[in-house]
């Protein structure tokens, strides 16, 4: 819902989450493996291209 801050540490059944998201339409989804946090969920200027320059990073 625009307009309205989520910030902090989350838990979700059972999973250990944290937002830092402002306007959902520009959050981007990020799930980690041995970590802290099992997904990290946050604003982002340009969500499809932050997503691209992940996923890019990640093919190396």
Known sequence: ??????A???R???ER???DVHD?????VVALE???YRRLIVEV???KETVQL???ALRR
Request: no cysteine; charged share 15%; glycine share 14%.
């Open 1 to 6: 819902m625009p307009g309205v801050l989520t």
């Open 8 to 10: 902090g540490t989350f």
């Open 12 to 14: 979700q059944e059972g």
């Open 17 to 19: 989450i944290f937002w």
């Open 24 to 28: 959902g339409t520009n959050a981007v």
């Open 34 to 36: 041995h970590e802290k």
């Open 45 to 47: 200027p340009d969500p």
């Open 54 to 56: 992940i996923e890019n």
